[in-house]
């Protein structure tokens, strides 16, 4: 097979090409795969197994019916961007322009991506904490952007205040900041959060923010990164309905930013997907405006489940890192004799009949000795499957 032809120089240099010339594996479909050929129970990917608020469902099945399945307008339905403004003042205090200062993306997937090309330039630096959430690397290095990292380590996942400030330079362009985290569940305290803005202000950067798990969190609650002082002006918040309502495949995202940051942001959406979704529009619509104790409730059951899988992973004798929020929970593997999480991984199956993921698939092959003897495990799947999943896990726990 021809696989070295010059065309293929933007995927090898944003290294999303593998030797062989076909798009690099993630770990994340290597453990599927491996999760599907053995039976396996997936606690590797995130994505839940159980359908949201029916409220949600029923209102994209209403829509279809009504004939809502042509192209939406380019900054999405109006209705979808009143909902998500009345859910940033009603949630946040937050006051944001349904009009100028909301954009609907194909998932915050589409928002990160749109958002990175339209400000990064080749040369510039994107300051992330790390791990990451994967594609951050990716669009990095597709915007032609160099990628600083700073690590947040074990057991508390926080930055240290001297190694944050170090990774700002004027060639800082963005600092993308994820919380609550992925993947170790963290919710950044407002210090950290200060700290960044107090650095993109010295530094003249933009900051974007991926709040995808804004209303996953058990008991510290989320604090937008826009809602400090000096920071809504230079913020790109971005969030989606995927995590929150359990609709990972519909792909509705959003953000919100001041007026002409937005206009940046449409002029790639634009010939990204263009637009995406329509009848999912005023489902998601629908389901920002549910009573807030519908979202407590979509926490506390998580939060529940999250209990179950923690427990079930210290009896089987992991240590367990406890998350604040989101999908997914750290363990550490070296109590049960294990310094290498990949490896661990890929016998699990054959051990424990349960996948999970090494977490330095979130960690740049060079700074992956930190983070060595960590996997992921996702907890957003029905009781009896983690509780299936926590009685399989229990074969690995030291008879003594
Ligand atoms: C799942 C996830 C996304 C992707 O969101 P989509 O709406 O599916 O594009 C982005 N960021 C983080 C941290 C995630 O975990």
């Not at 999760?35 to 829509?63: K, M, R, Y």
């Not at 359990?246 to 940046?264: D, F």
């Not at 489940?305 to 992991?318: N, T």
Request: hydrophobic share 45%; proline share 8%; with cysteine.
């Amino acid at each position: 097979m021809h696989r070295t032809g010059p065309w293929l120089r933007a995927a090898e240099g944003a290294m999303l090409l593998g030797p062989d010339g076909v798009p690099a594996p993630t770990v994340f479909a290597e453990m599927s795969a491996l999760a599907a050929a053995t039976g396996a129970i997936n606690l590797g990917q995130g994505f839940p197994d159980e359908d949201g608020p029916a409220a949600v469902l029923d209102a994209a099945v209403d829509a279809i019916r009504q004939g809502v399945n042509q192209y939406p307008p380019g900054r999405g339905t109006p209705e979808l961007r009143a909902a998500i403004a009345e859910h940033q003042a009603h949630w946040y205090g937050l006051e944001v322009d349904p009009d100028r200062e909301v954009l609907v993306t194909a998932g915050a997937t589409e928002a990160l991506a749109a958002t990175l090309l339209a400000f990064v330039e080749p040369g510039d630096e994107v300051v992330t904490f790390e791990p990451f959430y994967d594609a951050y690397g990716a669009l990095v290095r597709l915007a032609g952007g160099t990628h600083v990292t700073v690590p947040l380590t074990a057991p508390d996942f926080l930055p240290d205040e001297a190694t944050l400030r170090a990774a700002f330079s004027d060639r800082t362009r963005v600092v993308l900041v994820n919380t609550p985290h992925n993947p170790t569940g963290r919710v950044l305290p407002r210090e950290v959060l200060a700290t960044v803005v107090e650095l993109a202000e010295q530094y003249d950067a933009l900051i974007v923010t991926d709040e995808v798990y804004e209303h996953l969190t058990f008991t510290t609650p989320h604090v937008p990164i826009a809602t400090l002082p000096g920071a809504a002006e230079r913020t790109v918040t971005i969030s989606s309905a995927g995590k929150t309502f359990s609709t990972t495949g519909w792909k509705i995202g959003w953000l919100t930013a001041t007026a002409p940051l937005v206009e940046a942001i449409v002029s790639v959406k634009q010939y990204l997907t263009f637009v995406n979704g329509a009848p999912f529009q005023p489902a998601v619509a629908a389901g920002l405006r549910l009573p807030d104790e519908v979202f407590h409730g979509i926490a506390q059951d998580l939060s529940s489940k999250h209990e179950l899988l923690a427990d079930g992973l210290r009896s089987a004798g992991f240590d367990v890192l406890r998350p604040d929020g989101g999908y997914f929970v750290l363990a550490d593997t070296r109590p049960l004799g294990h310094e290498d999480a990949r490896d661990f991984c890929l016998r699990l199956p054959a051990a424990a009949g349960v996948v999970g993921v090494p977490v330095s698939a979130f960690v740049r092959p060079d700074h992956a000795p930190g983070y060595r003897s960590l996997v992921r495990f996702a907890f957003c799947k029905r009781r009896d499957v983690l509780a299936e999943a926590v009685n399989r896990l229990a074969a690995l726990a030291p008879t003594d």
